[in-house]
């Protein structure tokens, strides 16, 4: 398996062997812009367009871990970005809905996705805090931007059972089983509502 693989994830506890996998199958270079490629894979978010960022790889494998996915899932991301943490999704779950608000992004998303072989996850141009009712209930729910409270609409749409994932006034977070549980630590761009 890559170096990184190891020194960036295994060393600082990602344990689940089918996120390290995926995170070793899937090229990140694919989602970063052209002058950012040399460092893709370096421990550290990289700026996308539009004033957004690529998580770095310990927070996308992270977030991965916790939704605890075994492959028959049906899963929405919100905050698609440049498509990466959809594309690893995808490699984990069965199927999967990203809601990117700018429409800019997400149509480098659906292009990015479709160069890497993910060309079935299917990418939403809207305010992802709504989610996706009409697919819904979703089996696990990550939310790639910061909050203050999680967004009601998107804990209604998860299954009995499901797992969301979000950063939360400075943490990633977990709800499951109706329990909050702080994570680590974590910095994203905040989750804006309303139309794009």
Do not use: K
């Not at 960036?8 to 344990?15: D, M, P, Y």
């Not at 141009?125 to 790639?144: E, K, M, N, T």
């Amino acid at each position: 398996m890559a170096g990184w693989i190891d020194s960036q994830l295994r060393r600082r506890g990602i344990r689940d062997e089918r996120v390290l996998d995926a995170m070793a199958r899937v090229p990140r270079e694919l989602f970063v812009p052209e002058e950012a490629r040399r460092a893709a894979y370096a421990d550290t978010a990289l700026p996308l367009p539009c004033g957004q960022t690529i998580s770095q790889p310990f927070i996308v494998a992270a977030t991965l871990q916790a939704l605890e996915l075994a492959g028959a899932e049906r899963v929405l991301e919100v905050g698609t970005g440049s498509g990466y943490q959809a594309a690893l999704l995808r490699e984990l779950a069965a199927e999967v809905v990203t809601i990117e608000r700018i429409p800019e992004l997400g149509a480098l998303a659906r292009r990015n996705l479709e160069r890497s072989g993910h060309g079935d996850v299917e990418v939403r141009v809207g305010d992802g805090s709504l989610g996706a009712p009409d697919r819904a209930p979703f089996d696990a729910i990550a939310v790639a931007a910061e909050t203050d409270e999680v967004p009601p609409a998107l804990l209604a749409q998860l299954a009995s059972g499901g797992r969301l994932v979000l950063p939360l006034r400075g943490y990633l977070a977990r709800v499951a089983g109706g329990r909050l549980e702080l994570l680590l630590p974590a910095r994203f761009v905040p989750l804006v509502t309303g139309s794009p």
